[in-house]
Nanobody
Framework: QVQLVESGGGLVQVGGSLRLSCGAS????????MGWFRQAPGKEREFVAA????????YYADSVKDRFTISRDNAKNTVHLQMNSLKPEDTAVYYC????????????????WGQGTQVTVSS
């Protein structure tokens, strides 16, 4: 089992920045590919970013490319999502997820999920 706990969400103005963190515990988390997903009210959960167990390669949704950066520190069992130039449409609950498979955009490929952290971008 892998336990994931997100933190760092909050309220930010348009154009601001937030850094989300995901703390992992349980099995050898460094062997897992990690992803960030988000879900806005009334919408399906969608892919944001992913990183393979080695830290590269990384993948991004087109909507966040060049604004968000995913990174991981295997020594500390943490994954981060640096979010810059935030927009109102980035408002959602953000989830951290882990998979033993390759890093992908598919929700169904991830076996473990955190409880989520709310990000609200005000205009």
């Amino acid at each position: 089992q892998v336990q994931l706990v997100e933190s760092g969400g909050g309220l930010v103005q348009v154009g601001g920045s937030l850094r989300l963190s995901c703390g992992a515990s349980g099995r050898t988390v460094s062997m897992y590919s990690m992803g960030w997903f988000r879900q806005a009210p009334g919408k399906e959960r969608e892919f944001v970013a992913a990183v393979s167990w080695r830290g590269i390669p990384t993948y991004y949704a087109d909507s966040v490319k060049d604004r968000f950066t995913i990174s991981r520190d295997n020594a500390k069992n943490t994954v981060h999502l640096q979010m810059n130039s935030l927009k109102p449409e980035d408002t959602a609950v953000y989830y951290c997820a882990a998979t033993l498979g390759i890093a992908t955009m598919k929700v169904s490929n991830y076996n473990y999920w955190g409880q989520g952290t709310q990000v609200t971008v005000s205009s």
